[in-house]
Nanobody, 121 residues
């Protein structure tokens, strides 16, 4: 699976942004998809994971603000981000793995190149 994340940009605090991750490869439908982010000077952190059955796991700080979804017909996974805060500023990566447990731990088989989200105060 090859992943291409896009949709990042500059947004004001309190605003919204929707990221997309286009995947190529026949295994997309059976992959667990995840979003991660890495802020400047910080380690990469898990944001959310979505299994092929629709099960989701969110990092606590993103619950209620971020929503993951997937369109298997388009081989695309989305991350809708609302009520953005300056501390959400980071490069956001999509990734694909074999299980939700592994994806939550950052154990993924494929990674996209990342898209930068900047939230101004």
């Amino acid at each position: 699976v090859q992943l291409q994340a896009y949709g990042g940009g500059l947004v004001q605090g309190g605003g919204s942004l929707k990221l997309s991750c286009a995947a190529s490869g026949r295994t997309f439908g059976s992959s667990v998809m995840g979003w991660f982010r890495q802020a400047p000077g910080k380690e990469r952190e898990f944001v959310v994971g979505l299994s092929w059955t629709g099960s989701t796991t969110y990092a606590d700080s993103m619950k209620g603000r971020f929503t993951i979804s997937r369109d298997d017909a388009k081989n695309t996974v989305y991350l809708q981000m609302n009520s953005l805060k300056p501390e959400d500023t980071a490069v956001y990566y999509c990734a694909a793995g074999r299980s939700l447990v592994q994806v939550v731990r950052g154990i993924c088989d494929f990674w996209g190149q990342g898209t930068l989200v900047t939230v101004s105060s």
